[in-house]
């Protein structure tokens, strides 16, 4: 047995005898049946995988049509009272939706209009939405292709009050496709990141034996890393005349540090010459390759539900119901003393549901720009926490007030380097975060990553990170990592969602399945993925810390699980973990919360659950 696992074991042994009087709560009823997976295949996980992306496609298209028809409404309401005439009304409302290429404000034969029409086939949906409204009876295109390959529909309708009076509109649904390139990217359907983008290499998990992803399958078996790079945390710390020889050595192109920790490229020398210079060159901690990570989105107590009012609430966001929001918001709603960063792809600074709700955040992929959102991932996430509301706005997040911190370590491609990722990490924690949420991962372990989450578990950061969608039990990181919160996916039904990912090391489930949110472009989309899953959880831990600032992080997550509803097999499972989050009992159980000697058991049992699972698999 070697020294690690010595360690271990004593570790383990030392800490039973401690805790023997709790015997009970430490081992499972092993007569208990254990829950099964579904057994689907490469090709019946990709036919439900395309399910789930045309069903995001649709909604999200649902979601544009809705918001639109409401928008027309409320300019024939004579809404926006300080733009006087019928053409201001329009113009303001076509610079606060760029989607809306061409609007058609009707009144009998008379009609305002603003923008242009696509093509010859956008002007014949448009007389006939225009007729239709005239009757009185609203009207929706087919959605088509324009000659610039841009995708549109044509919207007509009427006041509701007088026969003749309508607004028709084209309305530009690029985010539509939008949706399907950034959903086959983020439910693996496509091999992703695609090798050549970052000049990266494809390994097995936890090797360095190459493979090539042919395709989405493949990326449930795969880690990928710079093909000329290298991590390394020295014993001691560099003199400047030891890195000008480390430079020569390897032909460095560009040095980046954190601590006492490097991250070497070289023009020439690959990934596996550089591990094996510095392991025997040079006295190191470790020396490990530079993985990318990329995207993964009764009673009288009735009495106490909040609906909100926002436009597209209660048509479309079954989430926020489905886990108590609504009983929650009446014991927090948040404060904006609690900051929650989302280390992400960026956020849409200035769109409208998202209205000073957005602290400025860094761009650790180009220092010299705002976090801004080139992808789409990141706005959707910012949403899902923290869309205003009540404000009669598209969607509402799950939190009123507290503040959120867009730290951008994913770039365009939706990847970023282990570095961007440990760098964002510590930014946040070094600027105020108490939850940090990560909706992103890989299955490569990388003790620099790790430190950087040591380094914020020890600040009293709540760490939250999705699992993956890749349907596989293969740990994915950072969700894996003993001091992060790991969540699973579920379905409107309370059901595993198909394409999450689940394992031992999953801590709870929340909703990820077509779930509303703000997007690019002053809009809204539905996406799927345990991306989405997993802030919902850190609102509900921002939510935690508002209502009660003297729980540690380790208490905060406690709470989460402990309030959690059991799904699947009695107990915690490997698919849903302790259960779906109920932000209800969840607020209840802060509000009531002191650290005791009774919390200790519990929380000494992860513990052990954490140091069996690390040593278990050396």
């Known amino acids: 047995m070697n020294a690690k696992k010595w360690i271990g074991l004593c570790a383990i042994i030392a800490l039973v005898a401690i805790v023997v009087p709790a015997g009970r709560y430490i081992f499972p009823d092993r007569n208990t049946p254990a829950p099964q997976s579904k057994g689907f295949s490469v090709e019946q996980e990709k036919t439900l995988k395309i399910k789930t992306l045309n069903k995001d496609m649709d909604a999200t298209s649902l979601l544009c049509t809705t918001e639109c028809s409401k928008e027309f409404h409320k300019l024939m309401a004579g809404d926006n009272a300080k733009n006087n005439t019928p053409t201001d009304k329009i113009t303001h409302m076509m610079n606060m939706h760029k989607h809306m290429s061409y609007i058609s404000w009707v009144n009998g034969n008379r009609s305002v209009e603003r923008g242009a029409l696509p093509d010859k086939k956008a002007a014949s949906f448009v007389a006939e939405a225009k007729a239709k409204v005239k009757a009185g009876n609203s009207y929706q295109s087919e959605p088509f292709i324009s000659n610039t390959g841009s995708r549109y529909m044509v919207l007509g309708v009427p006041s509701g009050k007088n026969n003749g009076i309508g607004v028709v509109g084209v309305i530009n649904q690029n985010i539509v496709m939008q ?229 951008k370590v994913l770039d365009s491609s939706g990847a970023g380097s282990t570095y961007s990722v440990a760098q964002g990490i510590i930014w946040a924690t070094d600027h105020g975060a108490k939850v940090i949420n990560m909706s992103l991962g890989n299955y490569a372990q990388a003790e620099f ?101 003297a729980l540690n992080n380790e208490e905060v997550m406690e709470i989460m699980r402990k309030s959690a509803v059991d799904l699947g097999n009695k107990g915690k499972d490997n698919y849903f973990g302790y259960g779906l989050i109920d932000v209800d009992k969840a607020l209840k159980t802060a509000s009531n919360y002191t650290t005791a000697l009774q919390n200790f058991p519990s929380q000494t049992e992860r513990r052990l659950e954490a140091i069996s699972r690390k040593y278990s698999k050396e």
């Open 179 to 407: 949706v399907e390139r950034h959903q086959k990217r983020n439910l693996r359907l496509v091999p992703y990141p695609s090798e050549g983008n970052y000049r990266i290499e494809s390994v097995e998990p936890g090797s360095n034996r190459e493979t090539t992803v042919h395709n989405g399958e493949d990326n449930g078996n795969a880690s990928h890393y710079h093909v000329r790079d290298v991590v390394v945390h020295f014993e001691n710390k560099l003199t400047n005349k030891q890195l000008d020889q480390i430079k020569q050595k390897i032909n460095a192109q560009n040095i980046q540090q954190i601590g006492d920790t490097y991250v070497f490229r070289s023009k020439d020398m690959d990934a596996d010459k550089m591990v094996h210079y510095f392991q025997k060159s040079w006295k190191t901690e470790y020396v490990e390759p530079h993985y990318l990570y990329m995207t993964n989105e009764t009673t009288n107590d009735n009495a106490n539900v909040i609906t909100p009012n926002d436009a597209l609430y209660s048509q479309y966001q079954w989430n926020l119901p489905s886990i108590e929001t609504e009983k929650g918001w009446g014991l927090s709603k948040g404060n904006d003393k609690v900051i929650v960063a989302i280390l992400d792809t960026g956020v849409q600074a200035d769109h409208p549901d998202l209205k000073g709700k957005l602290l400025d955040g860094t761009n650790i992929v180009d220092s010299n720009a705002a976090p801004s959102d080139d992808v789409g991932h990141g706005t959707h996430v910012a949403g899902i926490i923290g869309a205003s509301v009540n404000n009669g706005e598209g969607v509402a997040g799950i939190s009123w007030y507290n503040k959120i911190m867009p730290v």
């Open 449 to 549: 990553l790790h430190d950087a989450i040591k380094y914020a578990y020890d600040h009293d950061v709540v760490m939250v990170a999705a699992s993956g969608n890749d349907n596989t039990d293969r740990p994915g990181y950072p969700a894996a990592y003993p001091e992060v919160f790991a969540v699973a996916a579920t379905d409107a039904s309370n059901n595993k969602a198909s394409f999450s990912n689940f394992g031992d090391y999953i801590d709870v489930a929340a909703p990820g399945d077509s779930i509303a949110s703000t997007y690019p472009g002053s809009q809204y989309a539905a996406l799927s993925g345990t991306s989405m899953a997993s802030p919902h959880v850190a609102a509900l831990a921002g939510l935690i810390r508002s209502i009660n600032p």
